[in-house]
Structure formats: C-alpha cells, structure tokens
C-alpha cells in the first residue's frame, strides 16, 4: 500500500493553528506545497450523532479556566514576536461547521488557502465570530466567491457529507488537536513543532529525489 503524504490538520478555531499557518506559509513555502492540507473541527449535534453512529468519538476535551488563561498569555506572546496584534473574539454558541464547511466550497474554487488567510484575519486580528454567516459571506464575496453559498454551505447536505469525510480521516489518524502534522509514522503537534515537520518533510523530497538525496533525521504544542 502506498505510503500517506504528509500532511497537516488545521483548524479555524485555533489561535495556534493561526500561528503555524503563517509561519508554514511564510517561512516554509515549499512544505505548504508539498503536503496535504485538512480542516479539524468540532461538528455540531447532528455531526457528532452521524459520526457516534459509526462508533467515531472524536476527542474534544472541554479546557480549564487555568488553561484558557495560559493560552491568553501565551498567544500574545507568540503573536507579538511575529509583529502581531491579536483581537480576541467572543464565542457565543458557535457552529464550526459554518466556516469549516466553507472553506470545503473554497478549496472546490482553488482558493482554500485565501481561505483560512481570511478567516484566520477575521478572527484573530479583527476579532469576528466565523460562525457568524454574514461574516463568511463578507470572505467569501472579498475573495470573488459566492459568498452566500459558502455561508449557507452547512445547510447542503452533501457539503456536510463531506465534512464527515474530512472528519473520519482526523479520527482515522488519532489526531486529538491543532495544529497537527503527520509525515509517514511521525506525528507533530503543534505550532512549536512545525520546525521539526518542515525538515522532516524536506528530507522525505530528497529522498525521493534518488540515492543522491540526503538520508538524513531531523527531530522537532499547540
């Protein structure tokens, strides 16, 4: 069986999935290109009924006050050594399927990574609910899309369908956060492993390349 192609599981809610996906993006151009890209997310009522029917638990764990505090701290910082000011959004009840799901049409249109560059602009640095639907529409009318069907994508059943797709595959490969990496049997989780996946990755591209490439390891939470 052919081995998997490395890949990395991002999610919209996430401030560092945010992180790593500017810096993949910035600072590691060639391994955005080379590798897989997934949505992980927590699905809504009907999701998760749909995926415990297929005996699919996914591993959500509801976060501490002490942890939420960490994180407050920790991702100022991390967004201040990148020359970042982040604006924190307020969650009211969200639906993570809205934004997910669209960014599903977006890719349809080539244009998944414009994608999450909004989306993660809209909320870590504009402070927007991306369960909001106007809000999505507004992205996906900015990046000359139909905005309203990206909005509306969770209402089609076949859009959710396929969120169900993406989401066996996140069960499949026993990720349980994000950002997270995978290349071959290796697994990376999060933003400060990202290092550690990118070389990783290089080293599988000069392998492939023939007995000339460097067989050489690199090693690396978000």
Known sequence: MAA??????????????????????????????????????EPDDIGQKLLAEEGIQ???VPMSKEKHFYILQDVRRL????????????DRDPNWDVSHLAYLLAEDEGRGRDFI????????????????REVIAGIGDELG???????????????????LVELR????????????????????WGSDRLAGFAAAVRAGMQVDLGPAGDLGHAGGCG
Not at 83 to 90: E, R
């Open 4 to 41: 998997k192609p490395p890949r990395w599981y991002f999610s919209l809610r996430s401030p560092y999935s945010w992180i790593a996906f500017r810096d993949l993006t910035e600072n590691h151009p060639d391994v955005a290109d080379a590798i897989e890209w997934r949505p992980y997310w």
């Open 58 to 60: 996914l591993p959500y």
């Open 79 to 90: 967004a201040a050594e990148r020359g970042l000011t982040i604006a924190w959004p307020v």
């Open 117 to 132: 560059r909004a989306a993660y602009h809209a909320r870590w640095e504009r402070g927007l609910e991306l369960w909001d």
């Open 145 to 163: 899309l139909d905005g309203r069907r990206l909005a509306n994508a969770a209402d089609d059943p076949e859009v959710r369908q396929r969120g």
């Open 169 to 188: 595959k996140v069960y499949r490969d026993g990720v349980f956060g994000a950002p997270f990496f995978i290349h071959r049997h290796d697994k990376f």
